[in-house]
């Protein structure tokens, strides 16, 4: 292989390997985290609509990356993952980092995700978590 050819492949500063991310930006499963984490919000916020429907009509959802001063403030010791925003409507929003740190894989991003879903709502409707999501597996799996 000539110099000229060698060259013109982007090598690590200790031109060991190919430099770059191994999967393109381009590429059409490239997805980044916060891309995923909408995305996995979005279906389970499609799916609770489908469970409860009507129920939901007064429920905003929204998504936060950090939790403020504020609600630091209120939580009384341990980061929060999400508050309601009592009005009309009502909002439920989700803190995406904070959800994010409690999850060792994408699966159980999107379990506590919905457990979080859960919990939230079921503050606003007055029913148990269990009855929203029946998948529901509680505040143990975020340790």
């Known amino acids: 292989m000539s110099t000229q050819n ?79 925003d009592r009005g009309n409507p009502t909002a439920i929003v989700l803190y995406q980092r904070p959800i994010e740190m ?5 699966e159980l991003l999107a379990r506590i995700l919905r457990d979080v879903l859960a919990e939230l709502v079921s503050m606003v409707t007055a029913l148990r978590p269990e009855d929203i999501d029946p998948n529901y597996e509680g505040p143990e799996i975020r340790n």
Not at 102 to 106: A, G, I, P, Q, V
């Open 6 to 84: 060698r060259k013109s492949v982007k090598r690590d500063r200790h031109d060991r390997g190919l430099r770059g991310p191994a999967l393109p930006h381009t590429a059409p499963s490239y997805e980044t985290s916060d891309q995923f984490f909408v995305r996995e919000m979005r279906d389970a916020v499609e799916d609770l609509d489908a469970r409860l429907g009507k129920m939901l009509s007064t429920i905003k959802f929204a998504l936060e990356e950090i939790p403020s001063k504020a609600d630091l403030t209120l939580s009384s010791g341990h980061v929060p993952l999400g508050r309601i």
């Open 102 to 106: 409690r999850s060792e894989s994408k």
